[in-house]
């Protein structure tokens, strides 16, 4: 059966097969080049392909059962699926579509929320001719390969950014507790929650990973709720102070923009009259895994006190190095910033595109053009 321009309407068990992953031991310890993906994303890398790419991945078990792409050779450990074409079909073309699927409305019905090979082969599908397929994964592809190239741009910054401050150390340090370098030190509110959009944005805990502030899982908050104290201003510190696993998250707040955050935060202001604010931060940064050791309290319910934040060691350059490499610094931020408010419009266009071009009403030359301006 066929739609629109040759479209075959069919479902996903007609076109394909799901294939089973397999059981690995010691992917998380050892190296290799080959990606182990499992439910959720890559786990793991190893020497040894199960199959070679490009493919699409399935999460098969848990109550988030995500589709993933490898371009090249991949293994899939047993909580997940990857997929078999039974006639020629676009890999990437396949991993876009699937991103309208609703795999997570799939349940077995068994304790573990799970995807069926029953359950997944019944989803509908419209399949464009293969040509059509490739310019789709390729207008689709070209939006996610700059967003891939400004992650790995922000990585490299980050990169630099600890080896600039190391090589700073090397020339003498000079050593300060948090709360000598600080001139407050202090928990953020308790919000009343608004519409988004509405008050002042509020960030959690959510927000501070891998000492990046990403503002897409934050609130907003009445107001009324938040004193000017409490509003964070650039080259503060905010440190993640509840719960284990998240406790001792650092990262420094480098944009211009009006927020502040939640009580399960920690706001560091770094003291322009100890050293450069920026380069404060990235000492800061720098013992992170030491924060995270000073939290108190049983497990699931730790804390990080002010106070005990305060104590902790940081190391700083002299003044007049300081000064250079705050300067580095801010560059590398910029960057990173930049590369990462960039993504922000990339993926809305991506997302925005990807269900008109797989339904056919949106031309692959008109995505081409769009894509082409911000490309």
Same mark, same amino acid.
């Given at each position: ?5 040759? /479209? ?15 059981? #690995?031991?010691?992917? +998380?310890?050892?190296?290799?080049? @080959? ?24 999460? +098969? ?26 006639? @020629? ?63 790995? *741009? ?47 944005? @509020? ?16 609130? /907003? ?30 990262? +420094? ?25 920026? @380069?404060?931060?990235?000492?800061? *940064? ?38 250079? #490499? ?27 595109? #990807? ?6 009403? #949106? +031309? ?12």
């Amino acid at each position: 059966m066929s739609d629109h321009g040759g /479209w075959e309407v069919t479902t996903w068990g007609a076109v394909s097969d799901l294939r089973y992953g397999k059981a #690995l031991r010691g992917y +998380r310890e050892t190296g290799g080049d @080959v990606p182990v993906f499992g439910t959720n994303g890559p786990v793991g890398f190893t020497d040894t392909p199960q199959t070679n790419g490009p493919g699409v991945i399935i999460g +098969r078990k848990g109550a988030y059962r995500g589709v993933h792409y490898s371009e090249g050779p991949f293994w899939v450990i047993d909580t997940a699926f990857y997929l078999a074409p039974k006639q @020629v079909m676009d890999m990437r073309w396949a991993y876009y579509r699937l991103q309208l699927a609703d795999i997570n409305g799939l349940d077995s019905g068994s304790a573990i929320p799970s995807t069926t090979r029953e359950s997944f082969g019944a989803i509908a599908v419209s399949i464009p001719p293969l040509p059509e397929q490739q310019a789709i994964a390729e207008v689709l592809g070209a939006l996610d390969d700059k967003i891939a190239a400004n992650t790995a *741009l922000t990585s490299t910054a980050a990169f630099a950014a600890k080896l600039e401050y190391r090589s700073a150390l090397s020339d003498g340090a000079l050593e300060f507790t948090v709360a000598e370098a600080s001139t407050a030190i202090a928990r953020g509110i308790t919000p009343r929650y608004v519409p988004d959009g509405e008050g002042t944005r @509020v960030l959690n805990q959510k927000c501070v990973r891998d000492q990046l502030v990403s503002l897409e899982p934050s609130r /907003w908050t009445d107001d009324s709720k938040v004193k000017r104290e409490k509003l964070v201003a650039v080259d503060d510190v905010l440190v993640n102070s509840t719960g284990q696993g998240t406790l001792g998250r650092v990262a +420094r707040w480098t944009v211009q923009e009006v927020a502040t955050v939640d009580s399960h935060i920690t706001i560091v202001r770094p003291d322009p009259n100890v050293s450069d604010t920026a @380069v404060i931060g990235q000492a800061i *940064l720098a013992i992170e895994a030491e924060i995270e050791a000073r939290g108190e309290g049983s497990t699931g319910q730790t804390e990080l006190s002010g106070v005990e934040l305060g104590r902790a060691r940081i190391q700083v350059p002299s003044r007049e190095r300081a000064e250079r #490499l705050g300067t580095t610094l801010r560059a590398l931020t910029a960057s990173q910033d930049s590369a990462r408010a960039e993504n922000l419009v990339l993926a809305a266009m991506r997302d925005a595109l #990807l269900p008109q071009l797989m339904s056919g009403k #949106l +031309r692959i030359r008109e995505a081409e053009q769009a894509v082409s301006e911000v490309v």
